[in-house]
Nanobody
């Protein structure tokens, strides 16, 4: 199995910053990509940011220029630096990783439990 351990969520005022971290462990041959999704109550889950390999990234339009995703490949860890946070960023943030196992060339997506980010004054 693969486990994703998230940290860094919490309560922050508008304009503040948070850094989310997520480390993947378990039956991992390699981690091809990692990313962050979020889901607010009553809304569908949306991709916030994703990083492929060492550097290729994509972002949700509403977070471009405010959020930065980075990855420590040696430790199978992904970070999401969130700046200039807005109330609309309030959501549960989920870490995801696309993992290749040792037993097969196939890759599978895994999910963390989610961490709450609340932006409120």
């Amino acid at each position: 199995q693969v486990q994703l351990v998230e940290s860094g969520g919490g309560l922050v005022q508008p304009g503040g910053s948070l850094r989310l971290s997520c480390a993947a462990s378990g039956n991992i041959f390699s981690v091809r990509a990692m990313g962050w999704y979020r889901q607010a109550p009553g809304k569908q889950r949306e991709l916030v940011a994703r990083i492929f390999g060492g550097s290729t990234t994509n972002y949700l339009n509403s977070v471009k220029g405010r959020f930065t995703i980075s990855r420590d490949n040696a430790n199978n860890t992904v970070f999401l630096h969130m700046n200039s946070l807005k109330p609309e960023d309030t959501a549960v943030y989920y870490c995801t990783a696309n993992v290749r196992h040792r037993e097969t060339a196939a890759s599978y997506d895994y999910w963390g439990q989610g961490t709450q980010v609340t932006v409120s004054s």
